[in-house]
Every structure is written in C-alpha cells, then in structure tokens.
C-alpha cells in the first residue's frame, strides 16, 4: 500500500537523523590514533635533574589534533614539565613531545599518558597510556648525553618553531628586561634554560586554564 504523506515525512526525517540507517558515515567524528614509535631513552631508565624524556609517536587521524604528555606515578599525576601541545594538522603524521623534572629528591614516574585533543574541542579525543619505570634523580648530569638523529632533529624544528612564535618571543623579552646588564656570562646558559622551563610551565599552566574556563 503506497505510503502516506505524513509516513513519507517521518521516513525521511528518521534516515536524515541516522545516517547510519543507510550506510553513512559523515557525521562521525573522525578516529583519532595514537601510536608510540620510540623514546630516548629507554622506557627503563633513571634520569638526572631536569634530563629530559623524550617520545617519539604516529598520530593517525581525519581532523586536527593536539597532543600532551603527563607524568603519572601509581595513578597520581606527577608535576613534572612538559613543553606545549604539539599540534598535527589533518592526516595527523609523525612528531615527538618531552617531559622534564627537577626534584629535590628522586622522583618515579611508572606512567606517561599522552593525551590527544581536537582542536576547539575541550574533551579528549583518546588518550594512549605508556608504562614506563623511570626515576628522575637530584643531581645534575655530569656530561650531556648522545641522542639520536630524530631527537636532535626534533630539537632543531623546536627552535624554528620558536623563532616564529611572537608569543615566546614577547615572552623572552618581558623575562630579558629582568635580568641586569651584569650578569657573568657563564650565569646565561643557566637562565637560557631557566627561562625555557619557565615558558613550559607557563604554557601548560595558561592551556589548562583556557580548558577550564
């Protein structure tokens, strides 16, 4: 028997609301993956004060994504530093991200999340939990390190990146005109980093309060 109007109507508004009911997928949101390739250094490892932690991650996904790092020890969060949100445009692809510590006292963390976030979305769009069994000691590294090739090449488009950030750049002259003219040299290593870890701090601290708000 043909189908009334008002039958036809409410057929078609069903079909419009579930597109699923015909096969489509438009409407969902995309699938966001997350996936780690390595880290420097091993997930195993003790690191000295303020040594950073670095991993290294594929991100597959249909829509801009930003991607955090938190520093977890038996389900409590570690107030550990880590730089801003690394953003990925929208087929996702490959990048890496850090995390630091300065304790007074070693310090474990047995858990790294990363968290990955939609852009003008507040509500994480999955978060990837990595076990680690590291521990973040007191005492400052004799000698740097040797990392590898994507660490230091990580490392290089971080100081592009801040080239062009007028943000960090207005926030490095407003943390230079601070400082006094005397300062030996040999102190300006050490402020260069300070002011590095200030700006992370700062960075993290202003993205949490955005969400919050």
């Known amino acids: 028997m043909p189908l009334t109007l ?47 932690f670095y991993l290294r991650f594929q991100l597959r996904s249909g829509a801009p994504v930003r991607v955090l790092a938190e520093a977890y020890y038996q389900g409590q969060e570690v107030p550990v530093a880590t730089i801003r949100e690394r953003e990925l445009h929208l087929d996702g692809g490959t990048d890496a991200t850090l995390i630091f510590h300065w304790p007074e006292q070693p310090t474990p963390v047995d858990e790294i999340r990363l968290v990955a976030t939609r852009v003008g979305q507040r509500q994480p769009a999955t978060t990837l939990s990595v076990p680690v069994n590291l521990v973040w000691g ?11 090739q994507w660490v230091s090449e990580f490392e290089a488009l971080r100081e592009r990146e801040h080239a062009r950030d007028p943000d960090y750049l207005a926030y490095r002259q407003r943390m230079s005109k601070t400082r006094t003219g005397w300062i030996p040299a040999g102190v300006v290593g050490f402020g260069l980093a300070l002011l590095v870890i200030l700006w992370a701090l700062w960075r993290r601290r202003a993205i949490r309060a955005k969400k919050a708000s």
Request: net charge negative.
């Open 6 to 52: 008002s039958l036809r109507a409410t057929v078609l508004l069903l079909l419009t609301l579930c597109p699923t009911a015909h096969g489509g997928d438009g409407v969902r949101a995309p699938v966001v993956e997350l996936t780690v390739l390595e880290t420097d250094p091993a997930t195993d490892a003790r690191l000295h004060y303020k040594e950073p």
């Open 138 to 148: 007191s005492e400052p590294a004799r000698a740097a390190r040797p990392v590898p």
